[in-house]
């Protein structure tokens, strides 16, 4: 089975910074892409930030020059800066996972961390 544990949201005022991670672990062969993802209330899911086994990025137009995208191994952060009250809401980190070199691979998904831009 695969975990992925994020930590690291809070309430930050307007202009403030915040760093979230997530860990993956549990039964894992190879990881290839890892990302962020967010849902305000209302809104569908959104794509944040995303970073390959190569390292390569790709960021919202929307979060571009404020977020930071990065890996150690099984765990990816994201560095929130400069952050906004349009930045508000739950912070989903995904992963792309083969549990058995005989197995494919699979999205997995952590449970959710709130981010609220409030002063």
């Known amino acids: 089975q695969v975990q992925l544990v994020e930590s690291g949201g809070g309430l930050v005022q307007p202009g403030g910074s915040l760093r979230l991670s997530c860990a993956a672990s549990?039964?894992?062969?190879?990881?290839?892409?890892m990302g962020w993802y967010r849902q305000a209330p209302g809104n569908q899911r959104e794509l944040v930030a995303t970073i390959t086994r190569a390292g390569i990025t790709n960021y919202a137009d929307s979060v571009k020059g404020r977020f930071t995208i990065s890996r150690d191994k099984n765990t990816v952060y994201l560095q929130m800066n400069s952050l906004k009250p349009e930045d508000t809401a739950v912070y989903y980190c995904n992963a792309n996972i083969k549990e058995r070199s005989w197995s494919r691979f699979r999205d997995y998904w952590g449970q959710g961390t709130q981010v609220t831009v409030s002063s």
């Open positions: 549990g039964s894992i062969f190879s990881i290839n892409a």
